[in-house]
């Protein structure tokens, strides 16, 4: 890896590092060592960036809380229509894979979460975030008439994070009940009783 003159960079570069090492074995399970090797860093330098290594477990997690609504409502963003808007969010809470590193590093996480007030927050304005980025696409797409709602929006709203919730853990956990596209399928049959529209999986709609 080629030297980083910039601090900010390299802070980047081990919180990257950092999320690589929890996706793979938890936060409980990381060493010093095991960041510097994903960096490509000595452990002499993580520790000069972040002499106390709860630090950076924290802002890494938190980093991933943030992207993934970030990634959430840029995915909203670029449609125009309220129900390709809802299609397109809900496919973006699932994995791509079972290996998602995001995904594994949000369920990885549930320990650190429950001991770190910080990332209790942390996580709290995450589903906040997505809840009202569901609520603001179920009361435009009634305004609109693309939607029946049969309830209020966030209700809906929260529904649809809970089961998005539950189904990735099924996932990234390979418990085998269900796969992704079961899951997908199962999160979108709720949509279509609580919005009344159609929500095809986008690759059939296109």
């Known amino acids: 890896m080629p030297r980083v003159k910039n601090q900010d960079a390299r802070r980047e570069a081990l919180r990257t590092a950092m999320r690589r090492a929890i996706a793979e074995r938890g936060p409980g399970g990381v060493r010093v060592a095991d960041v510097a090797r994903e960096a490509g860093m000595s452990p002499q330098s993580v520790l000069y960036y972040y002499p106390d290594i709860e630090e950076l477990i924290e802002e890494s997690i938190a980093n991933v809380h943030g992207r993934y609504a970030e990634q959430r409502q840029s995915v909203a963003n670029e449609l125009e229509r309220s129900e390709d808007q809802?299609?397109?969010?809900?496919?973006a809470g699932f994995p791509s894979s079972e290996d998602d590193e995001h995904l594994l590093v949000l369920f990885q996480s549930i320990g650190a979460v429950r001991a770190s007030h910080t990332?209790?927050?942390?996580v709290r304005i995450m589903v906040q975030r997505e809840m009202d980025l569901y609520q603001r696409i179920l009361e435009v797409g009634a305004a609109r008439g693309e939607f029946e709602l049969a309830d209020d929006a966030r209700?809906?709203?929260?529904?649809?994070?809970?089961?998005?919730?539950?189904?990735?853990?099924?996932?990234?956990?390979?418990?085998?009940?269900?796969?992704?596209?079961q899951a997908l399928e199962r999160v979108l049959s709720y949509a279509r009783l609580a919005t009344g529209a159609t929500l095809l999986p986008l690759k059939a709609a296109s």
């Open 86 to 91: 809802l299609r397109a969010v809900i496919e």
């Open 119 to 122: 990332l209790q927050v942390s």
């Open 155 to 181: 209700t809906i709203a929260s529904n649809l994070v809970a089961l998005e919730d539950t189904y990735c853990a099924y996932i990234v956990e390979k418990s085998g009940i269900v796969d992704h596209d």
